[in-house]
């Protein structure tokens, strides 16, 4: 009985340290983009995530990141890009699952994808990368006009140097897909990813 009291007491630390690890690596990454990006913190006007935001997450975060130069976009126009990250973390890897299966039934551009599998193209959908962590999601939308594929390496680069991990799962969206799972995809006919 002892030992289940104790066990009760330390969960919320465990949660607790979690949460606040996942704020240090995204401070991390924002300070990482001072001098080119004016930061924003926000409370709404998320992108459109599918049901992500419905899930049962412990702690989440959003930000925009607004570009301080103008650039010369693909239509020819100079525009200042801005960028989405959100941060989602769950109480532990079992959450986590039901999150994520969850969440795949009603992806982002309202696509049910199955884990491992690659997708073509997907109907109004902006780049993306998604890092599955064990117990966390980051996002980070990107502007179809406005990134070119040498940006989106170095974006995918900068995110997974901060919230990547030798297990991490990473999911990469192109402008109106493909939907790419572009390290430890899941296999398939796991039947762990069946409800």
């Keep these: 009985m002892k030992n289940i009291f104790l066990l009760l007491l330390f969960i919320p630390l465990i949660s607790n340290a ?12 924002l ?5 080119k990006f004016k930061v924003k913190e926000l409370n709404g006007s998320e992108p459109d995530y599918g049901v992500l935001l419905e899930t049962q997450f412990i702690h989440h975060e959003y930000f925009q990141l607004k570009q301080l130069d103008k650039e010369l976009n693909e239509l020819g126009n100079l525009v200042r890009p801005k960028y989405d990250l ?6 532990d890897e079992q959450e986590l699952m039901y999150a994520l299966k969850f969440w795949f039934k009603e992806f982002i551009g309202g696509k049910r994808v199955t884990p ?5 193209t997907v109907d109004h959908v902006d780049p993306a990368i998604i890092i599955i962590g064990k117990t966390t999601i980051t ?3 990107l502007s179809c006009y406005a990134t070119d594929i040498e940006e989106f390496r170095n974006w995918r680069s900068a995110m997974l140097g901060v919230f990547g991990s030798p297990s991490a799962r990473v999911i990469e969206i192109g402008c109106n897909g493909p939907i790419e799972w572009t390290k430890n995809a899941p296999d398939p006919k796991d ?3 069946r409800r």
């Design 139 to 141: 996002l980070l939308t």
């Design 86 to 91: 959100s941060t989602f973390a769950y109480e």
């Design 18 to 29: 979690q949460t606040e690890e996942l704020k240090q690596r995204t401070a991390l990454f």
């Design 116 to 120: 491992g599998r690659d997708y073509r």
């Design 191 to 193: 039947p762990i990813w």
């Design 31 to 35: 300070s990482e983009q001072e001098g």
